[in-house]
């Protein structure tokens, strides 16, 4: 009754997002997989998105039928995170700065050029889209060159297999169906 409340037949798409204070991850992540399973029962044709915080509820997710490209691990995020602060100084500062866009104005920039570089880069900030049906049939590459030039937004990862990757062009070259997810600058 509850699905059929919303309106979720009617509906394009679906999000089932995880509740990332959760005492009880596994039971947070159970509740979720049998959430997005109701959903998909409900509505076979729905776009659904699936979020859980532990790596083996996204692989248990996929067994039991939702697309790996479409559900994803908040812990298995936080890992790549980590890793690539290692290898690379100043990783968090940009993807901080990324993911919380102040918009300082040009005024308060000061005069020495490394803060102008600084705050027009602070400036940006990450969204997470998915590819437009017009785009199907295209590759990663021709993606990335074509959304830079029409509205200067640059590619910087997309969920390829069910893995969050930068540059998706290196991991596959299968052609863009359209509802891919990716996050751009």
Known sequence: QDLERVGLRDAC????LADVSAKDKSQEDGFNLLR???VRKFNPEIRLRLMVLRPEFKE???NAGIDGEHCFSVDEMKATFLAHCCRCPGFITVI???TDS????ESKWG???WMHEYFEGSNNAIYGMLVADRFAGLSWSELTL???QEVGAIVLAAQVHGRVVLNPAYVTKEPLNGGEVIFVV
């Open 13 to 16: 798409m679906c999000y089932v």
């Open 102 to 105: 102040e918009g300082v104005p």
């Open 146 to 148: 074509i959304l830079f």
């Open 111 to 113: 005069n020495e050029q």
């Open 36 to 38: 997005a399973l109701s």
């Open 60 to 62: 248990r997710a996929v």
């Open 96 to 98: 901080s700065n990324l």
